[in-house]
């Protein structure tokens, strides 16, 4: 059973790395904001993963603070493009 | 006897929890390649990434039993089902108002069913 989550967690780590091509070439700043917002997400499945693999409970506590701080980012990121989001995009071009 | 048989059964489904939730990231990174736009990877990241997300937490919480980890295992699912969902409204709210357009408005260079060019060719 410990080597089915090792191998769950080998698959997701590399989805993760593949996914961060599109903040490299995104064309708007929304594809980069969006693959960090699931960069973050697989982030939270590996903690959630590990907690299990090495029995050890401490790794949900990270996981339900690692939550509450990538939807603070996303929110923060997104509130600030709508009000300064043409000038940056103007930057970006 | 029955204790080994049951635990055995729990195994064989959280491992079939795993796969279906391996199957739905592989999806979306899939699909971050394939879609041609931010709004339809928006529209793909919400649906599946939870999806995949709540799989492997269902599969983890058959995995370890009764205990204290199921009731952090719930708190973690419930959260990511409000946040993922949010988040991905915020951003694309903010892409509206970004005036970023979805690939059907924009006008298309020629069309090839007509086989007329369009006065944007000469």
Known sequence: MNIFLTGTAIIVILNAFVCLYRVIKGPTIQDRVLTINIVGSKTLIILVLMAFIFKSSIYLDVAILLVLLNFIVMIVVSRYLETYGREVNQIDR | MAERSIRLIANITAIIFLLIGC????????????????????????????????????????????????????????????????????????????GLRNFEEEPPLSNPRSGEKNASDT
């Open chain 2, 23 to 98: 199957f739905f990231l592989t999806v979306v990174t899939i699909g971050l390649f394939r879609l041609p736009d931010a709004l339809s990877r928006l529209h793909l990241s919400s649906k599946c990434d939870t999806l995949g997300a709540l799989s492997i937490f269902l599969a983890s919480a058959i995995y370890a039993g009764w205990s204290y980890d199921v009731l952090r295992l719930v708190a973690i699912g419930f959260l990511v089902v409000i946040t993922s969902v949010t988040s991905s409204h915020a951003i694309g709210r903010s892409a509206l108002k970004m």
